[in-house]
């Protein structure tokens, strides 16, 4: 037998707290149905069969009502150990709670929302994101994720010297532009060559204008993307810099990413929900085990 411990947790990033009828089901890599039933807990373990092949690839799908469904798949399980997994569920319509992102917060986490222009515009400036909310969420959860990506030299937003806020390329629900360290796309390189970046080919399809791009793909979900516009340029206090346009995919499969994101988009006029992108990168990382991805945002009911 192997055991799994299934933690459910909300938008907060604390251990769901409201009364609750968790639907669970979790089925074996056979595509055998192991479990369908609702429980009232918030941390449960259950005893699963181990066949030490691939049957041991569960997915685990979590629902209550009100809620929007969640899970995760392969959760590789072992007879010889427990294996954790962490599923956060948001509300149908959540709402967000930025407590903890004042202009001050923010502009010393990332200074590059204020490099270009004095304080009291930057400040107002911010306060006008504040009031559009998805915007903001999406450039939260973009520096959040990262700060999570050792280069060989920095991290990513040890390059990023300037948000672009001019139309059409100011801060939008699915990604931002800004003017880089040339320099990036040389570590960005040197990250793919160690395998954490897919170079994605022919990128002006996807992004009008561009010249390269790579994605993360250290997650099977929410990996952030590079996408780099180097025939626009600028030099910014002595340093040479292109345009990056950063973004956060809800899927590393670019087969997949069309499909269900792209082409459905297209379809519905819609955009990549910063609240999804916020789930997605949560749980991916709780599975990595790595540091927990904690924007200085959270999401409510």
Known sequence: MSKLQ????????QLFSAPAQFLITITDGNRTQRVRDYFKANDITFDLPYFGNN???????????????????????SDKYEKTLDIML??????????????????ARYPFLASDVDDATSAARYKNLLETEKPLACLLNLGEAMSQISLSQGTPLDYIKQVRWDVPYAPAQ????????????????????AGEFAVENNPGLYHPGATSSWKQIQFGEANVQFTFHENDKMTIGGVDCVMVEPDIDYFQDLVAHAIFEVIVNALTHSLTDPTQVYVLRWIAGQTAGIPEFAPIYTLTS
């Open 90 to 107: 948001i509300s149908d319509e959540p709402g967000f709670s930025f407590a903890d992102a004042p202009w001050e917060v923010a502009k």
């Open 55 to 77: 049957g041991d690839n569960y997915t685990v799908v979590v629902w209550t009502k009100g809620c929007k469904q969640a899970g995760f798949a392969p959760v590789i399980l």
């Open 174 to 193: 699915d990604r931002f532009f800004a003017w880089c360290d040339c320099r990036l796309i040389d570590q960005v390189k040197i990250a793919a060559a």
């Open 6 to 13: 299934l933690r459910i947790f909300d938008g907060t990033r």
